[in-house]
């Protein structure tokens, strides 16, 4: 990457929502694009916690895997995409798709975790219709 990118506008700009937390879980950075995904403005979001868009019922499995990735300094996922629920700000439940990276401390420690995120609930609502159709039209071959 060229050495003269402004990563601050990089980061407004993007059209994927960027998500960083601090080892703890408080949200230290969100950008634009993650307030359109989610609805909670820059100032709602900092300071909270994660559990600001992840749905209760996945909370604990979330967390469990959160603290092992800080204590650890390692991430199983790596740079693998990963398919989860989420929360909108209005309660609606959300499909979103991310990756993320860890960043460290000049002496190797995690200090915050970076997640790049796309809203894939339309293209998910959509995979779903078709697999009821699909399932549908099977039923209907079969009788």
Known sequence: MQANIDLNQLVDAIGDGIVVCDA???ITGWNP???RIFGFSESEALGRSLDLIVPERQRARHWDGYHKT????????GNDVLRVPAL?????PLSIAFTVALLRTPDNKVSSIIAVIRDETARWTEERE?????TELEAKEKA
């Not at 909108?88 to 609606?92: A, P, V």
């Open 24 to 26: 703890g879980g408080a």
């Open 33 to 35: 694009a993650a307030e």
């Open 70 to 77: 800080m204590a650890t300094g390692e991430t199983r996922y």
């Open 88 to 92: 909108h700000k209005e309660g609606r």
């Open 130 to 134: 078709l697999r009821r159709r699909l």
